[in-house]
T-cell receptor
Framework: GESVGLHLPTLSVQEGDNSIINCAYS??????FIWYKQESGKGPQFIID?????DKRQGQRVTVLLNKTVKHLSLQIAATQPGDSAVYFC????????????FGSGTRLQVQP | DGGITQSPKYLFRKEGQNVTLSCEQN?????MYWYRQDPGQGLRLIYY???????QKGDIAEGYSVSREKKESFPLTVTSAQKNPTAFYLC???????????????FGEGSRLTVL
């Protein structure tokens, strides 16, 4: 079935390096995407969102890139810090008219000192 | 402070018992949601409500029930019909309709249910 998925379940980076977390989606009708960060035992926190009429959106130390041609979404974190260690989820709205988000399975980011 | 409060944080239940998880928000959001999270997996939508006295089934509604009698409250009942209820349950709300700009989800801290 159609679903949001992730390429890598775990990503390990050195402190100070840039991180790139990838997400593939298969529903071409999806027109809104969000990245969330979840620390252990807590609820997810909003990081950044992007609409399908955009290719790129930047926030503070984070950038989301959207490639609709290959249905690919990525989250770039600049100068990764220990506090960035968490599980990152991408979510899509699937464009079905259902006003709810569908989440992927997540990528764990581990920042090595 | 404004936010979403889930209770209890930890809950143990015997097989065959119903249990109700509380979710309260003081953000004045119209829409509220319940997600289930299993270890190492993403969030799956159980139920959602866009307005008081109205709610819709999500992807895994079987064995669950909800009510939305007040704007600020959206309790979830895990019934004995739910075959594998042990999980981490997350409640969320959104200022607009989730799935579009202005509809980002704000999550509570979750309730961890364990069936003994």
């Amino acid at each position: 079935g159609e679903s949001v998925g992730l390429h890598l379940p775990t990503l390990s980076v050195q402190e100070g390096d840039n991180s790139i977390i990838n997400c593939a989606y298969s529903n071409s009708a999806s027109d809104y995407f969000i990245w969330y960060k979840q620390e252990s035992g807590k609820g997810p926190q909003f990081i950044i969102d992007i609409r399908s009429n955009m290719d790129k959106r930047q926030g503070q130390r984070v950038t989301v890139l959207l490639n609709k041609t290959v249905k690919h979404l990525s989250l770039q974190i600049a100068a990764t810090q220990p506090g960035d260690s968490a599980v990152y989820f991408c979510a899509e709205n699937r464009g079905t008219g259902r006003r709810a988000l569908t989440f992927g399975s997540g990528t764990r980011l581990q920042v090595q000192p | 402070d404004g936010g979403i409060t889930q209770s209890p944080k930890y809950l143990f239940r015997k097989e065959g018992q119903n249990v109700t998880l509380s979710c309260e928000q003081n953000l004045n959001h119209d829409a509220m949601y319940w997600y289930r999270q299993d270890p190492g997996q993403g969030l799956r939508l159980i139920y959602y409500s866009q307005i008081v006295n109205d709610f819709q089934k999500g992807d895994i509604a079987e064995g669950y029930s909800v009510s939305r009698e007040k704007k600020e409250s959206f309790p979830l009942t895990v019934t004995s019909a739910q075959k594998n209820p042990t999980a981490f349950y997350l409640c969320a709300s959104s200022p607009g309709l989730a799935g579009g700009p202005g509809g980002e989800l704000f999550f509570g801290e979750g309730s961890r249910l364990t069936v003994l």
